[in-house]
């Protein structure tokens, strides 16, 4: 099987096949830090972690750069309103990407360059780019000559005569009138009075939003990268002139692959600001929710949810999405925790041990038609919906085992293949970024004495139910109930438990 990728470049599927076999050069284009990770942020990082994951599941070599824009608009002005400075929001709000994104489990890139540790790079490529005859410089700022570049528009499919007939009657303003034409974008710009400025041959100033991430991509991954991700909104016009910047003074296509997730709704509408319906992370799954009785929102069920969408497909968020997703990770949860629920009565050898239930120390049969499955949709196009249903026919059949267990005291099937189904399981799962733990409650010899207690608890309930003291039994069971311990009365006379 081979794996195939949805190119934006191209508009269609395609073979991938990277620069180098075996390894891959992986770029995103990184949040702008000025406020707290969004709804989108968390779809599209939770997405691009999972083609990471998926693509090292697969054997590649990953090299996965993600970016820091630490100089903006939006920053100066967070940092006015909090009568704060640059350095100390774009700090604040990277250490919130980082606690947001491990919450959803994200895996952290290879490396986070910023715009500010990179302003050698970002100058050098401006000035290479004046040398070629595609920038100019006009009082302070600098420009690049959009129509020097004969293939702008090949990534968003858009052409400069078209977007001309469709811009009659722009606003000017004093940087529109600096250009040599409207579709001209800035590379540097001029030093403002109370905004931080860097030196530069063409005077203090900044760097514009599109060059940082072409001089960060070069700078860390080299020319030519495999895959560049992003956002549907970055098509136009950020990424447009990230190729146009890097083509121009290299010759080589930027990146053979550009990959673009779709786009977040809430209740239908997009989902911005000025319609009231912006929502972070942190609000979505700290705050309890009336839809989930009071619950809070599970943060590996915001990432099901997420994955339950292909992510090219836009998603929508709602309250019925919301509940059917937690509810979907309790399915899911219950198949994941299988070996630690069960593993011991099913008479599995290593339930002690402490890697037991750690993916990497688990060897899963490639020929498993369940493992080839989940590799066919992921193949096509990182084909989420596809892997997930592969999962949860798994935890489906490790739920009805352990219902068997529980009220039978066996499975119908034999411990090896239970045993196997988990871990396929689980690891396949962990490429989906999908995990779920026994919570760590008793250390193993206060578990071992709880399981004491618990016993002679039962045994007393068993005295007092032959002694026809009804109350009491009731009373013992509702004592063992409130601990989590679930009884199933067995028609022999013994009693089986488990926690619940």
Same mark, same amino acid.
Request: a negative charge; aromatic letters at 10%.
């Given at each position: 099987?081979?794996?195939?990728?949805?190119?934006?470049?191209?508009?269609?599927?395609?073979?991938?096949?990277?620069?180098?076999?075996?390894?891959?050069?992986?770029?995103?284009?990184?949040?702008?830090?000025?406020?707290?990770?969004?709804?989108?942020?968390?779809?599209?990082?939770?997405?691009?972690?999972?083609?990471?994951?998926?693509?090292?599941?697969?054997?590649?070599?990953?090299?996965?750069?993600?970016?820091?824009?630490?100089?903006?608009?939006?920053?100066?002005?967070?940092?006015?309103?909090?009568?704060?400075?640059?350095?100390?929001?774009?700090?604040?709000?990277?250490?919130?990407?980082?606690?947001?994104?491990?919450?959803?489990?994200?895996?952290?890139?290879?490396?986070?360059?910023?715009?500010?540790?990179?302003?050698?790079?970002?100058?050098?490529?401006?000035?290479?780019?004046?040398?070629?005859?595609?920038?100019?410089?006009?009082?302070?700022?600098?420009?690049?000559?959009?129509?020097?570049?004969?293939?702008?528009?090949?990534?968003?499919?858009?052409?400069?005569?078209?977007?001309?007939?469709?811009?009659?009657?722009?606003?000017?303003?004093?940087?529109?009138?600096?250009?040599?034409?409207?579709?001209?974008?800035?590379?540097?710009?001029?030093?403002?009075?109370?905004?931080?400025?860097?030196?530069?041959?063409?005077?203090?100033?900044?760097?514009?939003?599109?060059?940082?991430?072409?001089?960060?991509?070069?700078?860390?991954?080299?020319?030519?990268?495999?895959?560049?991700?992003?956002?549907?909104?970055?098509?136009?016009?950020?990424?447009?002139?990230?190729?146009?910047?890097?083509?121009?003074?290299?010759?080589?296509?930027?990146?053979?692959?550009?990959?673009?997730?779709?786009?977040?709704?809430?209740?239908?509408? *997009?989902?911005?600001?000025?319609? #009231? =319906?912006?929502? $972070?992370?942190?609000?979505?799954? !700290?705050?309890?929710? @009336?839809? &989930?009785?009071?619950?809070?929102?599970?943060?590996?069920?915001?990432?099901?949810?997420?994955?339950?969408?292909?992510?090219?497909?836009?998603?929508?968020?709602?309250?019925?999405?919301?509940?059917?997703?937690?509810?979907?990770?309790?399915?899911?949860?219950?198949?994941?925790?299988?070996?630690?629920?069960?593993?011991?009565?099913?008479?599995?050898?290593?339930?002690?041990?402490?890697?037991?239930?750690?993916?990497?120390?688990?060897?899963?049969?490639?020929?498993?038609?369940?493992?080839?499955?989940?590799?066919?949709?992921?193949?096509?196009?990182?084909?989420?919906?596809?892997?997930?249903?592969?999962?949860?026919?798994?935890? *489906?059949?490790?739920?009805?085992? #352990? =219902?068997?267990? $529980?009220?039978?005291?066996?499975? !119908?099937?034999?411990? @090896?293949? &239970?045993?196997?189904?988990?871990?396929?399981?689980?690891?396949?799962?962990?490429?989906?970024?999908?995990?779920?733990?026994?919570?760590?409650?008793?250390?193993?010899?206060?578990?071992?004495?709880?399981?004491?207690?618990?016993?002679?608890?039962?045994?007393?309930?068993?005295?007092?139910?032959?002694?026809?003291?009804?109350?009491?039994?009731?009373?013992?069971?509702?004592?063992?109930?409130?601990?989590?311990?679930?009884?199933?009365?067995?028609?022999?006379?013994?009693?089986?438990?488990?926690?619940?």
């Amino acid at each position: 099987m081979s794996l195939t990728l949805y190119n934006t470049l191209t508009r269609h599927k395609e073979t991938f096949e990277p620069i180098e076999p075996g390894k891959v050069r992986m770029y995103c284009c990184g949040v702008t830090v000025y406020d707290y990770c969004h709804l989108g942020h968390a779809r599209s990082y939770i997405a691009w972690d999972v083609v990471c994951r998926y693509l090292r599941w697969r054997g590649y070599q990953v090299h996965y750069v993600q970016n820091f824009t630490d100089i903006d608009d939006k920053i100066l002005k967070r940092a006015r309103t909090e009568g704060s400075t640059m350095e100390a929001v774009s700090e604040k709000y990277i250490a919130a990407y980082f606690e947001d994104m491990d919450r959803l489990n994200v895996l952290k890139a290879d490396e986070y360059p910023r715009a500010t540790h990179t302003l050698n790079g970002i100058k050098r490529l401006i000035h290479e780019l004046e040398q070629k005859g595609v920038a100019y410089a006009a009082d302070g700022d600098v420009y690049y000559a959009v129509r020097k570049f004969p293939n702008y528009g090949k990534l968003s499919g858009r052409k400069l005569d078209d977007m001309e007939a469709g811009a009659s009657g722009r606003v000017e303003n004093p940087e529109e009138a600096k250009k040599k034409d409207p579709f001209d974008f800035a590379l540097w710009k001029g030093a403002k009075p109370d905004e931080p400025a860097w030196e530069s041959p063409w005077g203090s100033g900044r760097p514009g939003w599109h060059i940082e991430c072409s001089a960060m991509v070069r700078e860390q991954l080299g020319e030519e990268i495999d895959i560049h991700v992003g956002g549907a909104d970055l098509v136009f016009p950020h990424h447009e002139n990230e190729i146009a910047q890097s083509e121009a003074v290299t010759g080589k296509s930027l990146s053979r692959y550009w990959l673009h997730n779709g786009m977040v709704n809430v209740d239908g509408e *997009k989902m911005s600001k000025s319609l #009231g =319906n912006f929502t $972070t992370i942190r609000q979505l799954l !700290d705050e309890p929710l @009336e839809i &989930l009785g009071g619950d809070r929102f599970h943060p590996m069920a915001l990432r099901l949810f997420v994955l339950q969408a292909q992510y090219r497909k836009p998603i929508d968020f709602t309250g019925e999405a919301i509940a059917a997703a937690q509810n979907s990770w309790h399915t899911l949860t219950e198949g994941l925790l299988f070996g630690f629920e069960y593993g011991q009565s099913l008479g599995w050898s290593d339930v002690a041990d402490t890697s037991f239930g750690d993916p990497t120390c688990m060897r899963i049969p490639e020929s498993s038609e369940a493992v080839r499955r989940f590799q066919s949709a992921m193949d096509d196009d990182f084909n989420s919906p596809g892997g997930l249903a592969v999962l949860f026919e798994l935890a *489906k059949e490790l739920r009805r085992a #352990g =219902n068997l267990i $529980t009220h039978q005291g066996q499975a !119908d099937r034999s411990a @090896e293949d &239970l045993r196997q189904d988990w871990q396929i399981l689980v690891c396949l799962a962990q490429v989906l970024g999908l995990e779920a733990k026994p919570e760590p409650t008793t250390t193993q010899s206060e578990g071992k004495n709880n399981d004491t207690a618990i016993e002679e608890i039962i045994q007393a309930r068993q005295a007092a139910r032959k002694a026809k003291n009804f109350a009491e039994s009731d009373r013992l069971r509702d004592l063992l109930a409130a601990q989590g311990i679930a009884l199933i009365d067995q028609p022999d006379g013994t009693t089986r438990w488990h926690r619940g």
